[in-house]
């Protein structure tokens, strides 16, 4: 079992940053790979960043790509999302979520999921 909990969400202006953070605890939190996922009001839950158990390999969605950047510090058990240049159309609450499999941007894949953190963009 996986405990998994984000902070670092709040109110930025478009142009911005932000950076989340996920803890993680519990067997072996350390060796799953991790992504991050947005649900923006009325809309489904998308795929954001993964990065692997080590470290080594990371993905994005297009959206984000060159403005977000993922990246985890194994030995604070600690996942992290950079994002800058923010948006309007990133206003979302933000997972955080763990799955064995790597590479992978289906929600379905991932086992352990956070409650969320909210980040609001104003213009």
């Known amino acids: 079992q996986v405990q998994l909990v984000e902070s670092g969400g709040g109110l930025v202006q478009a142009g911005g940053s932000l950076r989340l953070s996920c803890a993680a605890s519990g067997r072996s939190a350390s060796g799953y790979a991790m992504g991050w996922f947005r649900q923006a009001s009325g809309k489904e839950r998308e795929f954001v960043a993964a990065i692997s158990w080590s470290g080594a390999n990371t993905d994005y969605a297009s959206s984000v790509k060159g403005r977000f950047t993922v990246s985890r510090d194994n030995a604070k058990n600690t996942v992290y999302l950079q994002m800058n240049s923010l948006k309007l159309e990133d206003m979302a609450v933000y997972y955080c979520?763990?799955?064995?499999?790597?590479?992978?941007?289906?929600?379905?894949?991932?086992?352990?999921w956070g409650q969320g953190t909210q980040v609001t963009v104003s213009s």
């Open positions: 979520a763990a799955t064995w499999l790597t590479g992978r941007q289906s929600p379905l894949d991932y086992v352990y």
